[in-house]
């Protein structure tokens, strides 16, 4: 769905599959017969984020006001707060992303993330 230009919640995903149980979702195969009515619903969904929301919320972790955000701080929201990340995943996500202060530029990660 996010390649198809959609960013649902985890949550959203999980309820337009039918909460299927964690041990499901590793054999869950759905055919393009399933998947569409799915994708209408998760675009009907006016509730999503757009680029300018998430940088607009990463933006607040900048303090030096200069568009970037300490590798260290980034990682410690995205495993800790809502749709919460392993810190497998959050290393994946941000590597090649850092400078040689171990700041990441935010609006760059998110155009990265929002386009696959």
């Known amino acids: 769905m996010r390649v198809l230009g959609q960013n649902p919640t985890n949550a959203k995903v999980l309820k337009v599959l039918g909460n299927p149980k964690s041990d499901e979702m590793n054999v869950k195969v759905l055919d393009f017969e399933h998947f569409l009515p799915m994708l209408q619903t ?29 590798g260290a701080e980034i990682q410690h929201v995205l495993v800790t707060l809502s749709e919460k990340m392993t810190e497998e995943e959050v290393e994946m996500l941000v590597a090649g992303h850092e400078d040689n202060n171990g700041c990441i530029n935010y609006e760059e990660l998110t155009r990265v993330v929002l386009n696959g």
């Open 42 to 70: 998760v675009a009907k969904n006016k509730d999503q984020g757009t680029y300018e929301d998430y940088v607009e919320g990463l933006r607040v972790f900048d303090k030096e006001g200069n568009g970037t955000i300490m």
